[in-house]
């Protein structure tokens, strides 16, 4: 089993930055990939970023390219989603996510095996 606790969320100002923070612990060797996704109210959960531990690949929704960036800390088994250039419609709770094994389509969320309980972001205009 893997467990998922980000942190980091919070109240900013259109334009202000974030990072999140998603530390993992258990089985970490079980997992591929580490994922972001947000959820607004009346909405579907959509995909934000994602990286594989090693960092060398990333992948990111249209919506924040360029405004966000994800990494990943080996040493502390945690991954990081910095938030730049804030918008009110990036308002959502957003989840960290661990899938159990390698897929080539980061984007959906069932490739996805553990996910944490999420962190509310609130960008006020």
């Known amino acids: 089993q893997v467990q998922l606790v980000e942190s980091g969320g919070g109240l900013v100002q259109a334009g202000g930055s974030l990072r999140l923070s998603c530390a993992a612990s258990?089985?970490?060797?079980?997992?591929?990939?580490m994922g972001w996704f947000r959820q607004a109210p009346g909405k579907e959960r959509q995909f934000v970023a994602a990286?594989?531990?090693?960092?060398?690949?990333?992948s990111f929704a249209d919506s924040v390219k360029g405004r966000f960036t994800i990494s990943a800390d080996n040493a502390k088994n945690t991954v990081y989603l910095q938030m730049n250039s804030l918008k009110p419609e990036d308002t959502a709770i957003y989840y960290c996510a661990a899938s159990g094994a390698y897929y080539n389509d980061w984007s959906r969320a069932n490739v996805y095996r553990y996910w944490g309980q999420g962190t509310q972001v609130t960008v006020s205009s």
């Open positions: 258990g089985s970490i060797f079980n997992t591929y990939i």
């Open positions: 990286t594989g531990w090693s960092g060398s690949s990333t």
